[in-house]
């Protein structure tokens, strides 16, 4: 049955008519907002330790790190693809000739269809872009900026040191090289309120994007955040899930049609999480939720987009 919504795992299964995979490389890269080339500390909820497989790490090749992660998902999956998925920090924070090393020995992967390079919408020039747009004649490439916020108010708060306005820069460079342009936000940052989150639909469905990925923010521990969390609770509207999904919903009926929808939300380990307790729900138990309310609610993903 047709969903109420632009799904990119539909898309992907009609594209490539079978199971794609990611599978996550550490490549060793940094970050500029951490190694003190724009700032140190980070953004204020980071700790990259809440999304790293066990089969990744810097210390291992990347043609080591694709073969475990493929033996691991071969396990549950078969007949798949896969593709590998640049994740950790950001993955265009080197000069071309390293990125060009690190790429190249992902795609001579036997099993490796295409690349996802997760970065930083300031660290990436047109340079780096004509290069990826080459690699995407071949192969499938996804770049995916991570946004977070429209309100340049809350990316200072949350310390980006980039603007929205530098995010909307890079995404139009990248759409014209007809590179698949992905970008990931977090609801419900410090002080934003919900007429600010359906805002950010607003201003998402202006941006020449294919891919969306959203997740509820959560409060990590040993991060800047969870300092902030304990001394001024106040300051966080943390969403419960059935509040989240209803918001979810008023968020795709604003949302651009054209934009698949990666993800709603983020399951952090439990060990590392401090809030909010959503009682251990599933990922895909809250996209089933969403489609159970958007059909509940008899409505579809850009009913109320204005074009
Ligand atoms: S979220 Fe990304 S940009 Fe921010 S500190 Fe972490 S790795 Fe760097």
């Known amino acids: 049955m047709k969903k109420r919504y632009n799904s990119a795992s539909a898309y992907i299964k009609n594209k490539f008519a079978q199971r794609v995979q990611k599978v996550a490389v550490d490549a060793g890269f940094s970050c500029p907002n951490r190694d003190g080339y724009k700032g140190r500390g980070g953004c204020t ?4 330790d809440t999304f790293k497989p066990f089969y990744t ?5 990347i043609t080591e790190q694709v073969n475990e992660g493929i033996t691991f998902f071969s396990k549950k999956y078969k007949a798949i693809k896969f593709l590998a998925y640049f994740q950790a920090f950001s993955n265009t924070y080197a000069p071309l000739s390293h990125l060009k090393k690190m790429y190249s020995e992902a795609l001579s992967h036997p099993q490796v269809i295409g690349l996802v390079v997760s970065t930083r919408p300031d660290c990436i020039d047109e340079e780096k872009l004509d290069y990826l747009q ?19 108010k809350t990316l200072n708060n949350i ?12 995404i139009n460079l990248t759409a ?3 590179i698949t342009t992905g970008a990931h936000f977090i609801i419900g940052l410090p002080n934003e309120t919900k007429i600010d989150i359906l805002n950010h639909a607003k201003e998402i469905s202006k941006l020449p994007i294919n891919l969306l990925k959203l997740h509820q923010l959560q ?11 304990s001394e001024n609770p106040e300051d966080f509207n943390l969403f419960g899930s059935e509040e989240y999904i209803d918001l979810m919903v008023d968020f795709l009926e604003l949302l651009n049609p054209k934009i698949m929808i990666e993800r709603f939300t ?4 439990k060990n590392m999480l401090i809030a909010p307790n959503w009682g251990g729900i599933k990922n895909y138990e809250i996209v089933h939720k969403i489609e159970k309310k958007l059909k509940e609610r008899n409505t579809f993903q850009g009913v109320k987009f204005q074009f």
């Open 219 to 229: 409060i990590i521990k040993g991060t800047k955040m969870s300092q902030e969390y």
């Open 45 to 48: 909820y980071c700790n990259n």
């Open 159 to 170: 310390n980006r040191l980039h603007t929205f306005e530098e995010a909307k820069k890079i």
């Open 266 to 269: 983020s399951e952090s380990p």
């Open 134 to 152: 080459k690699l995407a004649e071949k192969y499938y490439i996804v770049i995916e900026y991570g946004i977070e916020s429209t309100n340049n």
């Open 57 to 61: 790490s810097s210390q291992k090749s």
């Open 176 to 178: 014209k090289r007809n």
